[in-house]
């Protein structure tokens, strides 16, 4: 079974910084789409970031645009989320996400694969 397995998450202060890591396994993804979505409390999931199968090309939702950076390491089959500028509207769950076969993942339904997520909290 595939698994996602995202690690990075705890508690900083605003204006502060994490990296978020994903590690897959059972089969690589080197030909999959992958991104990070988040859910704060009460809130339905969002799209934060997406990258392309190579890694030549990243989306970022407009709430993040400039203060997140996402990568992958297709080798490791991991990929990353720097985050940076860390807002208390930050805080969510963030999850890692996967695409089986695309070039982008943008929205939850196009999600094939999910990791169970990692907690952020960003104190203000």
């Known amino acids: 079974q595939v698994q996602l397995v995202e690690s990075g998450g705890g508690l900083v202060q605003a204006g502060g910084s994490l990296t978020l890591s994903c590690a897959a396994s059972v089969r690589t993804f080197s030909s999959d789409a992958m991104g990070w979505f988040r859910q704060a409390p009460g809130k339905e999931r969002e799209f934060v970031a997406s990258i392309s199968p190579s890694g030549a090309a990243t989306y970022y939702a407009d709430s993040v645009k400039g203060r997140f950076t996402i990568s992958r390491d297709n080798a490791k089959n991991m990929q990353y989320l720097r985050m940076n500028s860390l807002k208390p509207e930050d805080t969510a769950v963030y999850y890692c996400?996967?695409?089986?076969?695309?070039?982008?993942?943008?929205?939850?339904?196009?999600?094939?694969?999910w990791g169970k997520g990692t907690l952020v909290t960003v104190s203000s």
């Open positions: 996400a996967v695409r089986a076969g695309r070039y982008t993942v943008t929205t939850t339904a196009g999600v094939d694969y």
